[in-house]
Nanobody, 119 residues
Framework: QVQLVESGGGLVQAGGSLRLSCAASTRTNIMAWFRQAPGKERDFVAVITYNGRSTSYADSVKDRFTISRDNAKNTVYLQMNSLKPEDTAVYYC???????????????WGQGTQVTVAS
C-alpha cells in the first residue's frame, strides 16, 4: 500500500507561482498530477517516469507547469507558473505502474490540495 500526501496548495494571484509536493510512503514508479474543479471531472495535468526522463503535460498547462521528482525523498513536485483563474482546482497526485494520462490507470491517490487563483 502506497500513501501519498500532497502539500503546497494555497491562494495566489493570477500570474503568480506555486510549487506542489507529493510525498510517497515508499518507492513509486509512474507519478502523475490530476486536478478537479468544482462540478467537473478529474483531469490529467502531468506525468513523469521513475527516472524523470519522460514527462507529458495537458495542453492547458504546457509551458507553464513542470513536473519533477526526487527519488531519494520519494517526492514528486509540480511547479506551477503564470497561474490563471482557470487553474483553480483541487490537485491530486497519483501513483501507478503505467505511463498514462488516464486516471483509471492509477492505483494510489493522495487526499488533494486546494489551489485557488484569484483574478
Amino acid at each position: 500500500q502506497v500513501q501519498l500526501v500532497e502539500s503546497g496548495g494555497g491562494l495566489v494571484q493570477a500570474g503568480g507561482s506555486l510549487r506542489l509536493s507529493c510525498a510517497a510512503s515508499t518507492r513509486t514508479n509512474i507519478m502523475a498530477w490530476f486536478r478537479q474543479a468544482p462540478g467537473k471531472e478529474r483531469d490529467f495535468v502531468a506525468v513523469i517516469t521513475y527516472n524523470g526522463r519522460s514527462t507529458s503535460y495537458a495542453d492547458s498547462v504546457k509551458d507553464r507547469f513542470t513536473i519533477s521528482r526526487d527519488n531519494a525523498k520519494n517526492t514528486v513536485y509540480l511547479q506551477m507558473n503564470s497561474l490563471k483563474p482557470e487553474d483553480t482546482a483541487v490537485y491530486y497526485c497519483a501513483a501507478g505502474p503505467y505511463y498514462s494520462t488516464l486516471k483509471n490507470q492509477y492505483n494510489y491517490w493522495g487526499q488533494g490540495t486546494q489551489v485557488t487563483v484569484a483574478s
